[in-house]
Nanobody, 125 residues
C-alpha cells in the first residue's frame, strides 16, 4: 500500500491550500487521517474521516477552517485548508488504516498502518 500526498506549498496567512492523498496498492477499505508535525513538536492529528465518509473529526485548532473529505472511487482523501495561520506551518502526513467498519474513526497515530511521505506547508508573509 502506498500513500502519495501532494498539494503543499507556500501560502500567506489567511490563504488556502488543498492537500490530496492518493492510496494505491492493496485494495481495501481504509479509514483515513491527516497529521502534521512542525519542527520541534510532536506529530498531531489534524483531521480524520471514516471509510464511509459520513463522520469526521478535527483538532480544535483547525475546526471551522479545515475540511477533510474523500472520494472512494478515486481512492483519494483531501484536506481543504482555509484561513491558514502561521502556526499551521508543518509537514502534513496522510495515513490509512484498513478497516471492516465503515463508521469508525482512527484518532491516534498508532491506529494507522500506512503513512504517506509528507507534504510541506509553509505559511509566511
Amino acid at each position: 500500500v502506498q500513500l502519495q500526498a501532494s498539494g503543499g506549498g507556500l501560502v500567506q496567512p489567511g490563504g488556502s491550500l488543498m492537500l490530496s492523498c492518493a492510496v494505491s496498492g492493496r485494495t481495501f477499505n481504509y479509514r483515513m487521517g491527516w497529521f502534521r508535525q512542525a519542527p520541534g513538536k510532536e506529530r498531531e492529528l489534524v483531521a480524520a474521516i471514516t471509510w464511509s465518509g459520513h463522520s469526521t473529526h478535527y483538532a480544535d485548532s483547525v475546526k471551522g477552517r479545515f475540511t477533510i473529505s474523500r472520494d472512494n472511487a478515486k481512492n483519494t482523501v483531501y484536506l481543504q485548508m482555509h484561513s491558514l495561520k502561521l502556526e499551521d506551518a508543518a509537514v502534513y502526513y496522510c495515513a490509512a488504516d484498513p478497516t471492516v467498519s465503515p463508521h469508525t474513526l482512527a484518532l491516534v497515530a498508532t491506529d494507522y498502518d500506512y503513512w504517506g511521505q509528507g507534504t510541506l506547508v509553509t505559511v509566511s508573509s
